[in-house]
């Protein structure tokens, strides 16, 4: 099983671009989610998802949209980039909401200029 | 929202020490968890903890889940280089869908 797959691994933005970050799993989880870590930092949840058609706001969710169309795919979409963006973004799913833990993909470096 | 606090932030050992560390909160979690992410990945679970009081090895790893049931701990024994990264406590409270995650401790083993 490939587990949590993200594309692309590295990305440099201009300053007003666009870009979707793609997050797929083949593990049959209902439970996704998105989150980003500043250099040195923890992890911050952006956003998540219980199911396919259900999202939900993390605690930094400004500047960022999510679809969860399947239960395989959950897709970060940044509007109108800014070099506070800039950030190593992880999704990560899981079966139960975390009572066995999540399963991380290994990341997405974006750098916003 | 929840926090969760890591301490030490981080730590500096020489490859043999033993290690300690720990995870504090203001709330009641119903599970603990720990992970490690080593430099340029995702964080990688490491041991799970369900119950007051509980102690879970994995190799070199324990872990205990506290008796008030607001901290865990982690301890590395025999540390070896590879143990290089950063290591995340997470806790669960019962009717969450998602993980709370700590600060993290940076872990660095010199030769």
């Known amino acids: 099983n490939a587990g949590v797959t993200q594309t692309p691994k590295f990305r440099i933005l201009k300053i007003g671009q666009s870009m979707t970050l793609q997050c797929t799993q083949d593990m049959n989880h209902n439970y996704m989610y998105w989150y980003r870590q500043d250099p040195g930092m923890g992890l911050k949840l952006i956003y998540y998802?219980?199911?396919?058609?259900?999202?939900d706001k993390g605690e930094v969710p400004n500047g960022y949209n999510v679809s969860r169309s399947t239960t395989e795919d959950f897709p970060l979409r940044l509007e109108l980039a800014a070099p506070s963006q800039t950030s190593v973004y992880f999704c990560?799913?899981?079966?139960?909401?975390?009572?066995?833990?999540?399963?991380f993909g290994s990341g997405t470096r974006l750098t916003v200029v | 929202g929840q926090q969760l606090n890591q301490s030490p932030q981080s730590m500096f050992i020489q490859e043999g020490e033993d290690v300690s560390m720990n995870c504090t909160s203001s709330?009641?979690?119903?599970?603990w968890l720990w992970y490690k992410q080593d430099p340029g990945e995702g964080p990688v679970l490491l041991i799970a903890l369900y119950k007051a009081g509980e102690l879970t090895s994995n190799g070199r790893l324990t872990a205990q889940f506290g008796i008030t049931r607001k901290d865990s701990f982690l301890n590395i024994s025999a540390s070896i280089p590879s143990d290089v990264g950063i290591y995340f406590c997470a806790g669960l409270t019962g009717t969450a869908s998602k993980l709370t995650f700590g600060t993290g401790t940076r872990l660095q083993v010199t030769l």
């Open positions: 709330s009641i979690f119903n599970t």
């Open positions: 998802s219980v199911g396919a058609g259900i999202t």
């Open positions: 990560a799913s899981s079966y139960s909401g975390g009572t066995h833990g999540y399963t």
